[in-house]
């Protein structure tokens, strides 16, 4: 399968963990993006990188929230002291950085976090 | 503020039914519009439109963006129960943040038998 992958694909915890979650995007793809999705809401953008540098993060990504992508390939995004409104789905994507699919964002499963 | 607004955010209709689904959007330094198709999972690819007035078509679903009026629909005909999902309208821009895409809420549609 060369589609993006993500891990775990469920995760519980409770109030004041840490957590971490990993992306592997398709790899001809340099371009990385990680979103957050609550129920019956579109996806909300977090933070993007361009091969290993992460060029662009939103105001939803407070302290808690750090990203890396060290090698340009795969991301991990980990959340500290998780808070209960912390519980959404992370979803990551992947996408060329030129050419005619440069917006052609490709979605892994997601990753869904219940925080108890 | 940069947003998308789809319409209607829910639709029941029954198989063989013909539905459109409307994105209305304000952003700045628009450069494409995406369709996505989410199920119970991540969102699946539909498609990017860049030009006016052009149908983009695959099988039974079709799509057209219109820059004047700032809005795009999604057809799709002789509607089966496997096209029930929520349908994602998104936009990526130019310029400083065009690193993602905005999001619309979503419509979902529920296709009976």
């Known amino acids: 399968d060369t589609g993006v992958s993500q891990d775990p694909r469920h995760k519980i915890t409770k109030r004041g963990q840490n957590v971490t979650f990993r992306c592997d995007p398709i790899s001809e793809h340099n371009r990385l993006y990680w979103y957050r999705q609550t129920l019956g809401q579109g996806p909300e953008f977090l933070t993007y990188f361009q091969n290993e540098a992460q060029l662009e993060k939103s105001r939803l990504l407070s302290d808690r929230f750090s990203a890396e992508r060290p090698k340009g390939s795969f991301s991990t995004l980990e959340i500290q002291r998780t808070e209960q409104g912390d519980s959404a789905m992370y979803l990551c994507a992947s996408s060329p950085s030129a050419g005619s699919s440069y917006n052609e964002q490709f979605f892994g499963p997601g990753t869904r976090l219940t925080v108890l | 503020e940069d947003k998308v607004v789809q319409s209607p955010l829910s639709l029941v209709v029954h198989e063989g039914d013909t539905v459109t689904l409307n994105c209305s959007y304000e952003?700045?330094?628009?450069?494409?519009l995406l369709w996505y198709k989410q199920e119970k999972k991540a969102p699946t690819f539909l498609f990017m439109l860049t030009s006016s007035g052009i149908e983009k078509k695959s099988g039974r679903l079709s799509s057209i963006l219109d820059k004047k009026e700032l809005f795009s629909i999604l057809n799709i005909t002789a509607t089966q129960t496997g096209d029930s999902a929520v349908y994602l309208c998104a936009v990526a821009l130019y310029g400083g943040s065009q690193g993602n895409l905005i999001f619309g809420k979503g419509t979902k549609l529920s296709v009976k038998p």
């Open positions: 952003v700045t330094n628009f450069r494409s």
